[in-house]
């Protein structure tokens, strides 16, 4: 599709690289992305050639999150389709953490909210030095809901505490500290950064791979339905409470929320 919001490339090695091509809105989640990127995963899933996924961005910014107006859209939509959009976010998220091929981040600029979630989900994340990220959800009234699994079992609670609720934004050092990012490298070197993660996984079994991510998935903490479940109904709820319809319009109105202190 000439509008598409993601792109798949594949090399004759087996390298895939899944790419969010929407720099126009900082490759900001849309409904239109959300599913792209659940039946990308799906055919990648399927693909026994593909032996790397290699998840980049076209643009300045790796992911501002989610789209606006997406979120804008559930406030103005009946619980049940509310319901059904928060779940297909949350399936989407699932669909890659779940690929039983290694995940390498390519991450080229700023990633907040839902891109930060999309970091979580690589098995290993390379940072371009200049980047900023931020769980910055709750300026606008929202929770890192359906990302909260991925993003806690990247980060462990302890230091997930420390930007999980602030939405304080932190440079690519920092994020390395925290398990966000695994090697922080210059623009200029990170395609050879990627490169020598994938390189490895070229010589490795891929049923022994795709078996040994399992069992690392399997002995880490639980996300289960249960917890996807739960994750979605959170984040409903501040679709429907009174906060995240002010936070939201205030960005539209380029406006202060109500809560946000002076000066």
């Not at 790419?19 to 995963?41: P, V």
């Not at 200029?188 to 040994?212: K, N, R, S, T």
């Not at 679709?239 to 539209?252: K, L, M, Q, R």
Request: glycine share 10%; proline share 3%.
């Amino acid at each position: 599709m000439d509008d598409a919001t993601v792109r798949l490339d594949t090399d004759a090695r087996g390298v895939a690289t899944l790419t969010l091509d929407r720099a126009e809105k900082h490759n900001a989640m849309s409904g239109q992305m959300i599913g792209e990127l659940t039946d990308m995963a799906a055919r990648i899933a399927r693909t026994d050639s593909i032996r790397v996924v290699v998840l980049a961005a076209e643009g300045r910014s790796f992911c501002a999150g989610g789209d606006l107006g997406w979120m804008r859209d559930q406030m103005d939509a009946d619980a049940e389709t509310r319901r059904a959009e928060a779940t297909r976010l949350a399936r989407m998220l699932q669909a890659l953490n779940t690929l039983p091929q290694p995940l390498i981040g390519r991450v080229q600029g700023n990633a907040f909210g839902g891109g930060v979630g999309l970091m979580s989900v690589c098995d290993v994340v390379v940072g371009a030095a200049g980047a900023k990220f931020g769980l910055t959800e709750t300026r606008l009234g929202l929770i890192p809901a359906t990302i909260s699994p991925y993003v806690l079992a990247r980060m462990g609670e302890a230091r997930a505490r420390r930007v999980f609720m602030s939405a304080r934004v932190f440079g690519a050092d920092e994020a390395r500290d925290l398990g966000l990012i695994a090697r922080v490298v210059e623009n200029g070197q990170l395609d050879g950064a990627v490169e020598a993660e994938v390189a490895p996984y070229l010589y490795c079994a891929p049923g022994a791979v795709a078996d040994a991510k399992r069992l690392a998935r399997m002995l880490g903490p639980r996300i289960d339905e249960a917890v996807i479940a739960e994750t979605v109904e959170l984040l409903v709820r501040r679709w429907e409470g009174a906060e995240a319809p002010e936070g939201i319009a205030a960005f539209f109105d380029k406006r202060k929320p109500r809560w946000q202190a002076e000066g």
